[in-house]
Nanobody
């Protein structure tokens, strides 16, 4: 059983910051990459940021310069530092990972359950 569990969401004022965490647990042999997405009700899930096992990162234009993705490989955890948050950043934020279970031969993709971020004064 593999789980991705996000944390760190909440209510923040415009211009504020939040740091999200996503921890992968279970019998994991390897993590290929980990991503962050977000979804506003009624909209499609939006890609935000990507980080590979080697630390290569990629960002959506909408968050470039404001958000930063990082990872702690020893903890199988990915982070999303979000700065200069605005009301339009309000959404449910999801973690997504491609990982190899110790009892399998192929990488599979997994989603976390999501964490709510609300930006409001």
């Amino acid at each position: 059983q593999v789980q991705l569990v996000e944390s760190g969401g909440g209510l923040v004022q415009p211009g504020g910051s939040l740091r999200l965490s996503c921890a992968a647990s279970g019998s994991i042999s390897s993590i290929h990459y980990m991503d962050w997405y977000r979804q506003i009700p009624g909209n499609e899930r939006e890609f935000l940021a990507h980080i590979t096992s080697g630390g290569v990162t990629n960002y959506a234009d909408s968050v470039k310069g404001r958000f930063a993705i990082s990872r702690d490989s020893a903890k199988n955890t990915v982070y999303l530092q979000m700065n200069s948050l605005q009301p339009e950043d309000t959404a449910v934020y999801y973690c997504y990972a491609s990982l190899l279970r110790s009892d399998e031969r192929w990488y599979r993709q997994y989603w976390g359950q999501g964490t709510q971020v609300t930006v409001s004064s």
